[in-house]
């Protein structure tokens, strides 16, 4: 993502005359108005220290890699060894972006020039060149290859080119790196062979889609983003290598997806079928699935200097803000009815929209979300992977992400405010207080706990140092001027002049039909600080302060006081319409809301409509019941239970009072996201299926199709277990569940190594399903049986004639020991007179009896016991 100067670069190019005026009064103003800043300034030296605790933090990082894993895909930082795929347990669709390249390395080579590490870049581009192979037989995800490791060869490429071109490095390059990143172009160019145009979302580096020995081309489906994210990359290895084809097809696949967007909103969907184009997931969002197709229909503006993708972004955005936006929120819709919001929680990736929201000059919206992840962050250390609407946990997982990072550095570049710096401040502590482990930093598992999880990702080091690097940083400090490049979405730099140096390739211009909508300041111009801060230099502190206490974090709770009130509503009188009013509701006579009408209806006098209630209250958390899954065949008979999760939807175990028996059987593939190869042995049997790839319930009905009786989901994130993560409940897809019928539970990881260490060794395994109070074996804890007893105070030696024998306790009660309150007020004359009767009732376990007292506060005289006899 770019700040605000890098729209009015690219505006420039198409608007002249005025155009060097227009820049210099936007320098200026912006110079102006950092000067009136709120009382957070941050000192240089203050600066410095930050940004050399930064540098000592990747060389933690990045050096960790080269020492202990190096060449492998990935640093496992609490295993201190590289993570190599094939030799560690496979954690699904995560693996994806691991294809035997030294992914770290090559994600990190831009982050060290802009980290100014000069050296040290010119050691690594020596040793991708000479190691780094590009034709393992390994299927990879099209998606993350292409940000990430064409992202980054290009990226190095042209900083290598940089530094050469000065004389003083890189005098040996002779663009190796270029003729890496073609080579693996033409290595993904086979995932577009669909006819639709849109990629696949998996490909054989060695063998492609379709041939026989590539082990992919079945998928049906990719998301939006993984479709959408590819014409910064393509477009830019066209320009540089001169040969089109990677541009075309970048710029088919955004064809495709603007023409399927739903018409009347203007929105997308997350999920496409690459085959005939239909929607297969129809909520629509800025999160993940969608995230970077908004993001590089801006940027493919920047970079390439085409219209086109301006017009369609600004669509798409004026229907994010009708719809999905509700600052501070940003959910989650339905395309076709986007009133419906069709989730109550939002996922972390959402994070880069603010930066984004600076790109296009829109920044009350931009500080409004950046402020409520701020408080979120504050509540959680990090931001987990998805939290509710009411900001609580719903998966606690936090992998090191770096969008909101990005957002923080994209707010102070726009806005020159040193708040953005302590917020930079406070994110650089906290990796370093909670995820620093002696071989670098590790994702942590759960915010809630605070446990980590055995993974260092490669956008770490590509991503979250370069911003904050950048975030406190001068551009005297820097080795080259960030204002001539374009960061991709893995934070690569692409040069802003590759639309003028490197003109587009022959029938590399997309057509664009005209399309009415509304046009706002920003459409077309470059916004200004006048636009952006009207007369008030403190206008972004006056919208954070809308946010401060959003969480509840810093400040004490005080409930609101409950009012409750009894209204005579058929009253005719308005004195309860007047009474609401003064609490904040405001109520209109039906009669007058049909007074359009009064001919077909009749009058209702007396009868209002609620319009507005202020007050929404919080509710508790729902409770997750625990289910088990219970190994009941030789030779595990019943003892070996592990803890599972329910559903929301599926079969509810708790209503089946023998659960669910059946033997397992694993799913062909493992993720149950394409069409199943092994129905013949799930009919009839419990499916394994691996979580990762799509969602719950669309492996479900994939799995009750092919004749499975239940399903058995496994967690891929490797090590998670039930004891130290919290157990939660599968949500569906947001469409009808309802033709879901099967019972369904989810296992950590370290469980269903259980489940399928005993498959392995023992070929035929039955499991029961059901929920933990009724596993078999298990000893109910009985509730306590509860009686009523009823004690008749009476004159010793007064036992009433025929009085059973058996099961009656006599208390004998000595005269005047025992002063007997009544419940209700009675005069001064009868609160002393014995009372005939007195009666009270005594709730007691079946192995002991207490002491009765009609006065909770009294003390039963120490004679006073039950009758030792039956």
């Not at 004359?829 to 005594?842: D, I, K, M, Y």
Request: glycine content about 6%; aromatic content about 8%; charged content about 25%.
């Amino acid at each position: 993502m770019r700040r605000v100067g890098d729209i009015l670069r690219r505006e420039l190019v198409h608007i002249s005359g005025t155009g060097m005026l227009l820049k210099t009064l936007l320098i200026s103003s912006l110079l102006g108005w950092a000067t009136c800043q709120e009382s957070q300034s941050m000192t240089p030296e203050e600066k410095t220290v930050i940004r050399d605790q930064i540098i000592e933090m990747f060389d933690h990082a990045y050096g960790s890699y080269m020492k202990y894993a190096y060449p492998a895909d990935e640093l496992m930082p609490l295993s201190c060894r590289g993570r190599v795929r094939g030799q560690e347990p496979n954690r699904g669709d995560i693996d994806d972006s691991l294809g035997k390249f030294s992914l770290t390395l090559i994600d990190t080579l831009d982050t060290l020039v802009v980290l100014n590490k000069l050296d040290e870049f010119e050691d690594a581009v020596r040793k991708a060149v000479t190691d780094v192979r590009l034709d393992n037989d390994v299927v990879v995800s099209v998606f993350e290859t292409n940000i990430r490791v064409l992202g980054g060869l290009l990226g190095a490429h042209v900083m290598a080119d940089l530094l050469r071109q000065r004389g003083e490095r890189m005098q040996w390059y002779r663009d190796e790196l270029l003729h890496m990143a073609k080579e693996l172009g033409h290595r993904l160019l086979p995932a577009f062979n669909t006819t639709s145009g849109l990629p696949y979302p998996k490909v054989n580096l060695r063998y492609g889609v379709l041939n026989p020995l590539s082990r992919t081309g079945t998928e049906s489906d990719t998301c939006t983003a993984c479709a959408g994210t590819m014409i910064l990359e393509f477009a830019a290895l066209s320009r540089l290598s001169g040969e089109s084809v990677f541009e075309e097809h970048a710029r088919k696949a955004l064809d495709v997806l603007w023409q399927r967007r739903q018409r009347g909103s203007d929105l997308v969907g997350t999920v496409i079928n690459i085959h005939n184009e239909e929607w297969v997931r129809r909520d629509s969002g800025v999160g993940a699935g969608i995230d970077s197709y908004y993001e590089y229909l801006m940027k493919a503006y920047i970079l390439l200097g085409d219209n086109v993708f301006l017009e369609r972004f600004n669509i798409h955005y004026s229907a994010i803000m009708k719809y999905i936006s509700q600052p501070p929120l940003l959910l989650n819709v339905h395309m076709h009815n986007p009133t419906v919001s069709v989730r109550s929680w939002m996922d972390s990736l959402l994070a880069f929209f603010p930066g984004l929201q600076v790109l296009r000059g829109d920044l009350k919206p931009a500080i409004e979300t950046h402020e409520m992840l701020y408080q979120v962050t504050k509540q959680h250390k990090f931001l987990p992977e998805a939290f509710t609407t009411e900001f609580r946990v719903h998966w606690g997982q936090h992998l090191l992400r770096p969008e909101f990072a990005e957002s923080t550095y994209y707010l102070y570049k726009a806005t020159g405010d040193p708040y953005y710096l302590r917020v930079g401040q406070s994110i650089v502590e906290k990796l370093n207080a909670y995820a620093r482990v002696p071989c670098g930093f590790a994702a942590v598992q759960d915010v809630r706990t605070g446990t980590h999880e055995d993974r260092m990702d490669s956008f770490f080091l590509a991503e979250m140092f370069k911003y904050l690097y950048l975030l406190f940083s001068e551009k005297s400090q820097l080795p080259i001027d960030v204002d001539d490049y374009i960061f991709t979405t893995e934070a690569h730099l692409l040069p802003v002049s590759l639309s003028t140096t490197q003109p587009p390739c022959q029938s590399n211009n997309t057509e664009t039909v005209p399309v009415s909508h509304e046009e706002d300041l920003f459409t077309h111009s470059c916004p200004s600080m006048e636009t952006l801060f009207p007369n008030n230099p403190s206008f972004a502190k006056t919208i954070r302060d809308s946010y401060k206490y959003l969480t509840g974090v810093g400040r004490a709770l005080h409930p609101l006081p409950v009012r409750e009130i009894e209204l005579p509503l058929h009253d005719n009188g308005m004195e309860p319409v007047e009474f609401l009013k003064s609490m904040g509701i405001s109520l209109t006579p039906l009669n007058e809301v049909m007074a359009g009408d009064l001919g077909s209806r009749k009058e209702h006098k007396g009868v209002y409509r609620v319009k507005l209630v202020a007050e929404v209250s919080h509710t508790e958390e729902e409770e997750v019941v625990p289910h088990v899954v219970q190994l009941i065949s030789p030779p595990f008979l019943g003892r070996t239970v592990l803890t599972a999760g329910p559903a929301k939807f599926g079969m509810d175990l708790t209503k089946q009072e023998h659960g669910v028996k059946g033997s397992i059987v694993k799913a062909s593939p493992y993720t149950a996201c394409g069409p199943i190869d092994n129905t013949v042995e799930l009919k009839g049997h419990i499916a394994l299926a691996l979580r990762g790839d799509c969602m719950f319930a669309v492996k479900a009905r994939r799995l009750q199709e092919a004749g499975a009786i239940g399903v058995i989901f496994i967690d891929h994130r490797e090590g998670s277990n039930s004891e130290e993560t919290p157990l939660f409940q599968m949500v569906g897809d947001g469409d009808s569940t309802e033709d879901i019928t099967l019972p369904l539970v989810f296992v950590f990881n370290r469980e269903g190594a259980v489940l399928t260490a005993a498959l392995e060794e023992h070929h035929n395994v039955d499991v029961l399903l059901l929920p933990k109070e009724r596993q078999l074996g298990h000893d109910k804890t009985d509730k306590p049986l509860g009686m009523n007893i009823k004690l008749r105070l009476a004159e010793e030696g007064e036992l009433e004639e025929g009085a059973s024998r058996g099961p009656t306790l006599e208390f004998v009660l000595e005269k005047q020991e025992v002063l007997l309150k009544e419940e209700e007020e009675e005069d001064e004359e009868l609160r002393g007179r014995q009372q005939p009767q007195r009666f009270c009732t005594v709730a007691a376990e079946t192995d002991r009896t207490e002491p009765c007292s009609a006065d909770s506060s009294q003390t039963t005289n120490s004679d006073s016991r039950p009758d030792a006899t039956p």
